[in-house]
């Protein structure tokens, strides 16, 4: 922050390491993980010096933001001002997707509506595996309608249907789920 006031010249290696601090672009990609019935999503999030060569980390730049640093190291030597405008936006969707990313990059099926989020933030196609969480993403107005078994002879009730309708939206998209009433409700 001093720097930024200051009007004397800066040369050689200190120039570069502390010149005007480059500004970091978040890049958002995702891609299809695994192979079968049911594919994962993984993602990968990096920020990107804006017109130079060079990347940041998104859990280096997450922790400058959570400890109140205003810069952030980059790969290679240099300072990146940590996107603050961003990270207090869109920080907490950044840190849930993080914790929710295995090792693989694969992102767990609970975390997909924000990675939806983040992916209409940035400006970036969602995958087409969230295309499944569609209701969910979307507000939740309605479930797809339920498609009762063959053979059965009862008569739902209209919450009955509505809870069949949602475990099988919970089972296409892959997440689990509890459906719980009182006792003696016919579930």
Not at 46 to 69: I, K, M, N
Request: hydrophobic residues 45%; aromatic residues 6%; glycine residues 14%.
């Amino acid at each position: 922050d001093r720097l930024k006031r200051y009007r004397g010249d800066l040369v050689g290696t200190g120039a570069r390491l502390l010149g005007p601090q480059p500004e970091l672009v978040p890049v958002l990609k995702t891609s299809e993980q695994g192979s079968g019935a049911a594919p994962s999503v993984g993602f990968t999030l990096e920020f990107e010096v804006q017109g130079a060569v060079g990347t940041v980390d998104a859990d280096a730049v997450l922790r400058a933001w959570r400890e109140g640093l205003g810069l952030v190291p980059l790969i290679g030597g240099g300072w990146a001002e940590v996107p603050r405008g961003f990270l207090d936006q869109h920080g907490a969707k950044v840190a849930d997707l993080l914790a929710a990313r295995a090792a693989s990059g694969a992102l767990a099926n609970h975390a997909l509506p924000r990675l939806a989020e983040l992916c209409d933030a940035l400006h970036v196609g969602r995958p087409p595996q969230l295309e499944k969480l569609k209701p969910l993403i979307e507000g939740f107005e309605s479930l797809p309608p339920a498609v009762l078994p063959e053979g059965l002879t009862a008569t739902l009730r209209p919450y009955q249907l509505q809870g069949v309708a949602w475990l099988q939206f919970l089972q296409r998209a892959g997440l689990g789920g509890v459906l719980a009433d009182d006792m003696g409700l016919g579930k």
